[in-house]
């Protein structure tokens, strides 16, 4: 394991960009759990209750975007960027000694 996250992050430590990420991706998919439940609840206090957790979810989201954002880890609004990220992140995985 520690290779691995070596090979990703440049330590043997998690960094914050990692920890960052792996937060905005549980956060995404939280959203699409709490939109399918709404989508299938039968009463309106579910209901009601899946639109408040769907909202918080959405708010922690946001927050972990912007924070990402303002760090330069995440560029939501430039796909080419986010691309180039996303590409040399995968090169790192790739260039992992077997």
């Known amino acids: 394991m520690n290779n691995i996250l070596e090979a990703i992050t440049g330590t043997d430590?998690?960094?914050?960009q990692v920890i960052?990420?792996?937060f905005l991706n549980s956060a995404k998919a939280g959203i699409k759990g709490y939109a399918a439940a709404l989508a299938e609840a039968s009463t309106p206090e579910v209901r009601n209750t899946?639109?408040?957790?769907?909202?918080?979810?959405?708010?922690?989201?946001?927050?972990i975007s912007n924070?990402?954002?303002?760090?330069?880890?995440y560029h939501a609004k430039d796909i080419n960027e986010q691309l180039k990220l996303d590409?040399?992140?995968a090169q790192k995985v790739m260039n992992l000694p077997e």
């Open 87 to 89: 590409i040399q992140n």
């Open 20 to 22: 960052a990420a792996d």
């Open 13 to 16: 430590k998690l960094s914050d």
């Open 67 to 73: 924070f990402m954002i303002s760090k330069g880890w």
């Open 50 to 63: 899946l639109k408040m957790q769907l909202n918080d979810a959405i708010s922690t989201h946001e927050q």
